[in-house]
């Protein structure tokens, strides 16, 4: 924002009377931006922090450089592979040694710590990935830690975590730190259920292979031991029930539960102009008033030099005109699913059919929004509430009734069996303490670091690690320096995953679980409450209107297995 533009506003918001809520919002967030960037301070002030923006900015680049050019690479015999898919170690390149070349990167590493039996291979394996651009990236890190919160004291913020949240639906450092200590208490007994089992397992499995059982679980045993647990307990074969979610099957269900829930009525057009011949294009009107709400696109498949990734973009906002009338929403959602061949039809992995339904809720979210401005259009909310309406929206993929609408058999039209639903519905809480630790540990790490002036990045992590997995980091590692969120504009963020999942599991379970997942009644409440708002109120106040009450963690428990009242 330019100085003169700011001075303006700040000089109109001094004037302006009888302003509506959102336009006296809109007026008061631009202040806060302004104010933000420093454009109230002397101008010397402003010098400063451009010049220490233009510093972590350099610093985040090269952070990044360093971890997208690491290549690291590993060199094992077969045997000391033992485990891993035949296919896979068939696919690794040979060293000249003959031994099989294993690289730090996710497709070679996560295979290998999922089934690697030999424990010294991973915990090889677990050291090298864990301390990626340790040297270089450790001390980015933690200087960008120094400059943020320089930042911080020239505007007047007493840490840069207060700084970030304060445009943040938590508000405040002590609001995330009570929300994650308050749940790492609360899955701690989970946890411990599960680290049982792990031993038990490894155990059994040192017996066996003839290792010295050291009675812990090591950070080169976690991912081991969880698709041990996900294999054994909750045996999903994933390639058979990929026959049952042919795309046509799971796109007709999926709009049709969006339809029914929010009262809307999609029709496609007919030869559209879209920008490659895969693509859909669909009006959206409200079923009730015939009334055009927006437009939008589904791009489902690859192709060369296309967005690697699912998301969903806004590409016009819903909103007032100067004229008076409504401009409005279009959006596009872009996805990368397999396309159909001559005799085989595209055929969903289950995760795919969750992303889907997750990225079409932000989709909603667009066009169903009714605020004024812009700046409040669909998704523009708090972003640790951005993710909550679709992540609630996800919970349709664990349900009988609408995955048996999204679902029959591409050859015969037959139903998902009920052993392979209920195996499926059932695999969705394995290994929830820990994973959902681990991510209170990186949270916890995040906001610990942005509390400080300084920090020794690999000591706090460390000490954190041990403190709330109960497995301290292994020596001479730093896995901070590969936390390429923590450089990439989501620092003093990392909570917002939980914190969004929290309160749309409150959502789910507090009003569809109880009066119908397919309930238009219910449907109607949340797109009133949740979606037509955009951000031009709080977020907060939106939960307070859906749920009709402060909203609460109970319902979030109970869907990883605790037992909660809700």
């Given at each position: 924002m330019r100085q003169d533009v700011f001075d303006v506003i700040v000089a109109y918001e001094k004037k302006a009377k009888d302003l509506k809520p959102e336009a006296k919002r809109y007026v008061e967030k631009l202040i806060k931006i302004g104010k933000r960037n420093g454009l109230h301070l002397p101008k010397a002030t402003q010098d400063k922090i451009k010049d220490i923006k233009k510093r972590m900015s350099d610093l985040a680049i090269d952070f990044n450089k360093n971890l997208n050019e690491e290549n690291t690479i590993l060199e094992f015999s077969v045997g000391e592979l033992a485990g891993c898919p035949e296919d896979f170690v068939k696919s690794l390149d040979k060293a000249d040694s003959g031994k099989c070349k294993v690289s730090l990167k996710y497709p070679h590493y996560f295979p290998c710590m999922k089934k690697c039996n030999n424990l010294n291979t991973r915990k090889t394996?677990?050291?090298?990935?864990?301390?990626?651009?340790?040297?270089?990236?450790?001390?980015?890190?933690?200087?960008?830690?120094?400059?943020?919160?320089?930042?911080?004291?020239?505007?007047?913020?007493?840490?840069?975590?207060?700084?970030?949240?304060?445009?943040r639906m938590a508000k405040t450092v002590v609001a995330v730190s009570t929300f994650l200590e308050d749940l790492a208490k609360k899955l701690n007994p989970l946890k411990d259920d599960e680290m049982k089992l792990f031993l038990q397992y490894k155990k059994e499995e040192c017996k066996k292979l003839g290792y010295d059982f050291d009675n812990k679980i090591n950070m080169w045993d976690m991912r081991y031991y969880t698709t041990m647990v996900e294999e054994r307990k909750y045996s999903v074969d994933q390639s058979k029930l990929q026959e049952y979610f042919p795309m046509e099957v799971v796109t007709t269900g999926l709009l049709g539960i969006y339809q029914e829930l929010l009262g809307l009525k999609f029709e496609e057009i007919s030869k559209p102009h879209v920008w490659n011949d895969d693509v859909q294009l669909f009006n959206v009107k409200d079923i009730k008033s015939n009334k055009l709400i927006g437009y939008f696109y589904l791009d489902l498949f690859p192709r060369e030099g296309k967005f690697g990734h699912a998301a969903c973009f806004g590409l016009q906002p819903g909103c007032l005109l100067s004229d008076g009338s409504r401009q409005v929403a279009v959006a596009a959602m872009v996805a990368n699913f397999t396309k159909p061949t001559a005799d085989k039809p595209s055929l969903l992995m289950h995760d795919e059919v969750e992303t889907f339904f997750h990225e079409f809720g932000h989709v909603m979210h667009q066009l169903c929004a009714t605020s004024d401005f812009a700046m409040f259009a669909g998704t523009s909310v708090e972003r640790d509430f951005v993710?909550?309406?679709?992540?609630?929206?996800?919970?349709?993929?664990?349900?009988?009734?609408?995955?048996?609408?999204?679902?029959?058999?591409?050859?015969?039209?037959?139903?998902?069996?009920?052993?392979?639903?209920?195996?499926?519905?059932?695999?969705?809480?394995?290994?929830?303490?820990?994973?959902?630790?681990?991510?209170?540990?990186?949270?916890?790490?995040?906001?610990?670091?942005?509390?400080?002036?300084?920090?020794?990045?690999?000591?706090?992590?460390?000490?954190?690690?041990?403190?709330?997995?109960?497995?301290?980091?292994?020596?001479?590692?730093?896995?901070?320096?590969?936390?390429?969120?923590?450089?990439d504009g989501y620092d003093a963020q990392y909570y917002g995953y939980l914190w969004s999942e929290v309160f749309s599991m409150d959502m789910f379970y507090s009003r569809f679980k109880k009066e119908g997942i397919m309930s238009s009644k219910v449907g109607k409440a949340y797109r009133d409450y949740i979606l037509a708002p955009g951000g031009s109120i709080d977020a907060s106040e939106m939960l307070k209107n859906f749920l009709g009450r402060e909203p609460n963690n109970e319902a979030f428990l109970k869907s990883k297995g605790l037992q909660a009242k809700v």
């Open positions: 394996l677990e050291i090298a990935f864990n301390s990626r651009c340790m040297k270089e990236n450790s001390a980015i890190l933690e200087e960008l830690v120094e400059l943020r919160q320089q930042k911080c004291d020239l505007l007047g913020f007493d840490t840069h975590a207060s700084f970030v949240l304060d445009m993710e909550a309406p679709s992540q609630m929206l996800e919970n349709w993929c664990w349900e009988e009734e609408p995955l048996r609408r999204m679902s029959k058999h591409y050859k015969d039209g037959s139903p998902i069996p009920n052993d392979m639903l209920e195996k499926l519905i059932k695999s969705r809480k394995a290994n929830a303490g820990v994973f959902n630790l681990r991510q209170i540990l990186l949270g916890t790490f995040d906001q610990t670091i942005h509390t400080s002036k300084k920090a020794d990045t690999a000591k706090v992590f460390s000490e954190i690690s041990q403190k709330i997995l109960g497995i301290a980091a292994t020596p001479n590692t730093n896995m901070s320096a590969s936390f390429g969120h923590l450089a």
